[in-house]
C-alpha cells in the first residue's frame, strides 16, 4: 500500500460524527474523523509496513498518525525518534495509542521514562507518568513508592489534564498493587478530589482513585 492509498482509504473512511466527537475535536481539520475499528481495518491490509508508517506519521493527519503507530516497528525506532514523536503529537488520542503500541514495547524505555519524568514537556510527561505505572504494577523492583507518592501529593492537583490522567493511572497503580501504600493512596485521592466527579458510563470503573483502587481490590477478591 502506497501513502497516497492509504491516505485515499481514510478520507473515505472518514464520518462527520467522528470529527466532531469530544475525543476528536481537538484535531480540527488535521484528520478525516475515521473509527477507530476502521482505521485498524486499513492498517491490516497495508501489513506492518514501517517505512509506510513513518510516511503516514509524518503527515500530522491524525487518522494517518493511528494509522501510522500499528504499522510501526518500536524496536525500528531509536529512543530519539520515539521522543520525538512524543514531543510532536499534541493529541491525547494519538497518545493512547502511541503509548502503548509503540513507547511500552521499545527496548529503551526505561531510560526514556527516568528523562521524562522530569521533563516540564506535557507529553513526555504524560508518557514518563504512564511507564511509571506501568512498572509500579508489573516491576516495581527499584521503585520507591513513598517518594512517587510524595510527588504526586505536591504535583498531582495543579497538573496539566494531559500530564493529571496518567499521574491519576499511577496513584491508581500504587493504592491497587501496594497494599501497604494503599490507605495513603486512597486518602490522597480523596483529599484531592481529581476526577471525584468525572461522567463514567454505567458498567465501568470509575477514575476517581479511591472507587478505582476500591473496585479493582474486590475484583481481585
Known amino acids: 500500500m502506497t501513502l497516497e492509498e492509504a491516505m485515499a482509504q481514510l478520507?473515505?473512511?472518514?464520518?462527520?460524527?467522528?470529527?466532531?466527537?469530544?475525543?476528536?475535536?481537538?484535531?480540527?481539520t488535521a484528520q478525516f474523523g475515521v473509527?477507530?475499528?476502521?482505521?485498524r481495518k486499513i492498517a491490516k491490509a497495508a501489513r506492518r509496513d514501517h517505512g509506510l508508517g513513518l510516511h503516514l506519521w509524518q503527515t500530522g493527519n491524525a487518522d494517518a498518525r493511528l494509522m501510522a503507530v500499528l504499522l510501526l516497528k518500536p524496536a525500528a525506532l531509536s529512543a530519539d525518534e520515539v521522543e520525538?514523536?512524543?514531543?510532536?503529537?499534541?493529541?491525547?488520542s494519538v497518545s493512547d495509542w502511541l503509548t502503548p503500541y509503540i513507547v511500552r514495547l521499545h527496548p529503551d524505555k526505561e531510560a526514556l521514562r527516568l528523562r521524562w519524568m522530569v521533563s516540564d514537556h506535557p507529553m513526555l510527561a504524560r508518557a514518563g507518568w504512564s511507564l511509571t505505572a506501568e512498572r509500579v504494577e508489573k516491576t516495581p523492583e527499584g521503585l520507591d513508592l513513598p517518594a512517587l507518592l510524595d510527588r504526586l501529593e505536591a504535583e498531582m492537583p495543579a497538573a496539566l489534564p494531559e500530564v493529571q490522567w496518567t499521574m491519576n493511572t499511577t496513584l491508581a497503580a500504587i493504592g491497587i498493587h501496594h497494599p501497604a501504600q494503599r490507605a495513603r493512596a486512597i486518602a490522597m485521592g480523596e483529599a484531592m478530589g481529581i476526577y471525584r466527579d468525572y461522567p463514567t458510563p454505567k458498567g465501568c470503573t470509575s477514575p476517581f482513585a479511591p472507587l478505582w483502587i476500591a473496585e479493582m481490590v474486590r475484583r481481585a477478591g
Open 35 to 39: 473509527r477507530m475499528g476502521d482505521i
Open 11 to 28: 478520507e473515505a473512511a472518514g464520518q462527520d460524527s467522528v470529527r466532531r466527537s469530544a475525543y476528536r475535536m481537538a484535531a480540527g
Open 84 to 92: 520525538e514523536m512524543v514531543r510532536g503529537n499534541a493529541l491525547v
